[in-house]
């Protein structure tokens, strides 16, 4: 800036070397209008000295120190960067107008040649310390040193874009249907309420030039004037608090978190449909556990550690502890299936409810029998099986009528031997038909078990499953 009394011959000098003609040419007059280019230049020249002649920025530019500068404020949200749940911060690119009079700044257009703005390097005015309160950079960088438009009543404006960090209470309840409230609080840092009133200019933030982000939806952002005094200060501070409504879209986690798990969790009730004798039925089981906490883990790594559970992990904690216990099942279950010959018969009330309410019910039945036949209890037709087996048995019988027959006198041999040990044998006989019986209903009491507790946890999964996709509809007030 030069000195009050070199301006007359720096301006002079300026304005002669503009105006200077060159050799070849005719001399041009001194004066030319107002609105030529090389005018306009020459005035913009003396308009930013006469300014700026005796201007400081370090004070607030008002007339009277009592009264309070009117500071406007509007903020364009062009893109959200990131949202970093883990840490709870919010990266967006902003555009932030301010606007104030500033008295010292103003001037007659028509002296100058109808000027009626211009342009200059932001520093070289007063500036209100207006920051972002919710800051989360550890830079603390502010907005960029862009021009201000400066006008001849002395209205500022200053645009400038800015990348900020601030913080977010991320509430992640009802993850990946959930949606976030974000604010942005901006207000003056040193300034109280007497010496700035800040105000929005409009009730919301312009969305005009908003760039879609592939994850969140923008469902609005308000704006609304505040004034808090604070425990350190007794004057009150006035802030605008921009809030950010956002909602989660959701297909990505769905197809790729969700799906997959509810898929797999469909195979853990198979689990009970496959023959005990095959040796998968645990370890199925196991596999489908094991599966489901490696989606657990990925949905924890991107959670913020919170006491509030997200609904994806309260889904794969359900899942998990029906698996365990179908697993748990399949174990007791396939205990039943393998019980000796030596196990003891199925109790009546067992016959009763398993082999013939529950097999009717759940369809299972023997080779040669339908689910739609009379079911024939395997106790009752062993009962009747044993009508002879207990007595006698059919060869036993014939050897002892033909014993009879023969009279003991008239016998070549003694046959006393020959019927202990085919008595023997049919006792033995009999013995072994009682074991199969009996291993056989215990079998049969497993398989009904197992198909009656496959179609249970298919229903359950079915429950379980069947409102996660309606939960998009289910949306928290935002």
């Not at 840490?87 to 555009?95: A, M, R």
């Not at 840092?189 to 009730?203: A, P």
């Not at 087996?389 to 027959?405: I, K, M, N, Y």
Request: aromatic share 10%; net charge neutral; with cysteine.
């Amino acid at each position: 800036m030069l000195p009050q009394h070199r301006s007359a011959g720096y301006w002079g000098s300026l304005g002669r070397s503009l105006a200077a003609p060159s050799a070849a040419a005719p001399p041009a007059p001194l004066w030319v209008p107002a609105g030529c280019q090389g005018a306009q230049g020459r005035f913009a020249y003396k308009l930013l000295h006469d300014l700026f002649a005796n201007y400081t920025s370090a004070l607030r530019p008002v007339e009277d120190t009592e009264r309070a500068l009117n500071v406007t404020l509007q903020v364009t949200l062009s893109q959200i960067i990131d949202m970093d749940e883990r840490n709870q911060v919010l990266t967006t690119y902003l555009w932030v107008r301010q606007a104030w009079l500033d008295a010292h700044l103003a001037w007659d257009k028509d002296t100058y040649g109808g000027i009626d703005s211009i342009r200059i390097p932001s520093s070289y005015v007063w500036r209100p310390d207006i920051i972002l309160y919710n800051n989360a950079d550890d830079r603390f960088g502010g907005s960029m040193e862009t021009n201000v438009v400066l006008r001849s009543d002395g209205l500022i404006m200053w645009d400038s874009p800015a990348i900020t960090k601030s913080s977010c209470k991320v509430d992640v309840s009802y993850f990946p249907f959930d949606g976030q409230r974000c604010r942005l609080t901006f207000g003056s840092w040193t300034y109280n309420g007497n010496q700035i009133d800040l105000h929005n200019r409009l009730d919301t933030a312009d969305l005009t030039d908003f760039v879609e982000n592939v994850e969140w939806e923008v469902l609005g952002m308000p704006a609304t004037r505040n004034v808090i005094t604070y425990g350190c200060c007794s004057e009150p501070y006035p802030d605008v608090t921009y809030t950010l409504l956002l909602r989660r879209r959701a297909s990505f986690y769905v197809f790729n978190l969700l799906l997959p798990c509810i898929m797999v969790s469909f195979l853990a009730p198979l689990g009970f449909y496959l023959p005990a004798d095959s040796g998968e039925k645990v370890s199925l089981g196991v596999t489908v556990l094991l599966a489901l906490t490696v989606f657990q883990l990925l949905v924890a790594e991107s959670m913020p550690p919170s006491e509030s559970v997200p609904l994806i992990g309260k889904y794969y904690i359900a899942t998990m502890t029906m698996i365990t216990a179908s697993t748990a099942l399949t174990i007791f279950i396939m205990n039943i299936h393998h019980c000796g010959p030596g196990a003891r018969p199925v109790p009546p009330w067992a016959r009763r409810l398993i082999l013939h309410h529950m097999a009717r019910l759940c369809c299972v039945y023997e080779v040669g029998e339908s689910c739609k036949s009379p079911q024939r209890v395997l106790g009752e037709r062993a009962d009747g099986g044993d009508a002879v087996g207990l007595g006698e048995s059919p060869g036993e019988g014939e050897v002892g009528a033909e014993a009879r027959g023969c009279p003991r006198d008239r016998c070549l041999c003694h046959h006393d031997g020959l019927l202990r040990n085919v008595g023997y044998i049919a006792g033995c006989f009999r013995r072994h038909r009682a074991a199969q019986r009996r291993t056989g209903e215990w079998k049969k009491v497993a398989k009904v078990m197992d198909r009656f507790f496959m179609w249970v946890f298919f229903l359950m999964v079915f429950l379980m499953s069947a409102p996660s996709p309606l939960c998009d509809t289910r949306q928290p007030p935002l």
